[in-house]
């Protein structure tokens, strides 16, 4: 059985559109992540979690945000969507973040007109 | 700056031969995954490794902290092999794992 799960897997939204991306992990990890990635180039981080109610700003957060309500949920917010964050977005999870392998969710391509 | 270096960029191979892929860190990494991104966008965990080797069927990948390098060797190409190949190396400190740049691959017949 899949540990992390995204949805929707496919996504099409309007310039200004709200739209929340979801993943689940049954890992019983602390850590999760959610990455963007782009043609050329690798996952660029986003934002991550080590817990509930815990948010932290990754690399590219700008127009982003995310709330981890459970120790499996970890939700992407964007609230004014543009064509800017067309791309295909991963969740991950892991039980530490320093040098602890990652697991990947299936991705959620997201596509904003 | 950009802490790994992936390459190559892209790759073309017929069926039956192999190849290297390669990432250089410009700092000391803990660990490295490999990644293929398959046709329909997601991300298959090939290899997980803090030191040495590690061999899965007809790939093998490689990851020496200390010369700041990792490689994913592909022997006997499929056409199913086609993809991206992403390494991602994680830090001695904090939350980061930096990914390369990613190595298209395509398999010819």
């Known amino acids: 059985e899949a540990a992390v799960t995204q949805s929707p897997r496919n996504k099409v939204t309007v310039t200004g559109g709200n739209v929340t991306l979801s993943c689940r992990q049954t890992?019983?990890?602390?850590?999760m992540y959610w990455y963007r990635q782009d043609t050329g180039h690798g996952l660029r981080l986003i934002h991550y979690?080590?817990?509930?109610?815990?948010?932290q700003i990754g690399d590219v957060p700008d127009g982003y945000k995310a709330t981890r309500t459970t120790q499996e949920d970890f939700f992407l917010l964007l609230e004014l969507a543009s064509p800017s964050q067309t791309s295909l977005y991963f969740c991950?999870?892991?039980?530490?973040?320093?040098?602890?392998?990652?697991?990947f969710g299936p991705g959620t391509r997201l596509t904003v007109l | 700056g950009d802490q790994v270096e992936q390459s190559p960029s892209a790759l073309s191979l017929h069926e039956g031969t192999g190849s290297a892929l390669r990432c250089n860190f410009t700092?000391?990494?803990?660990?490295v995954q490999w990644f293929r991104k398959n046709s329909r966008g997601s991300l298959i965990n090939l290899f997980y490794?803090?030191?040495g080797t590690k061999e899965n069927g007809r790939l093998k990948s490689a990851f020496d902290s200390k010369e700041r390098y990792s490689t994913l060797h592909i022997r006997d190409a499929q056409l199913e092999d086609s993809g991206t190949y992403f390494c991602?190396?994680?830090?001695?400190?904090?939350?980061?794992?930096?990914f390369g740049s990613g190595t298209r691959l395509l398999v010819s017949p």
């Open positions: 890992n019983s990890h602390n850590y």
């Open positions: 991602a190396a994680s830090g001695t400190g904090g939350y980061k794992v930096v």
């Open positions: 700092t000391t990494m803990r660990a």
């Open positions: 490794l803090a030191s």
């Open positions: 979690s080590y817990g509930a109610g815990n948010l």
């Open positions: 991950a999870s892991s039980d530490a973040p320093d040098g602890y392998e990652q697991y």
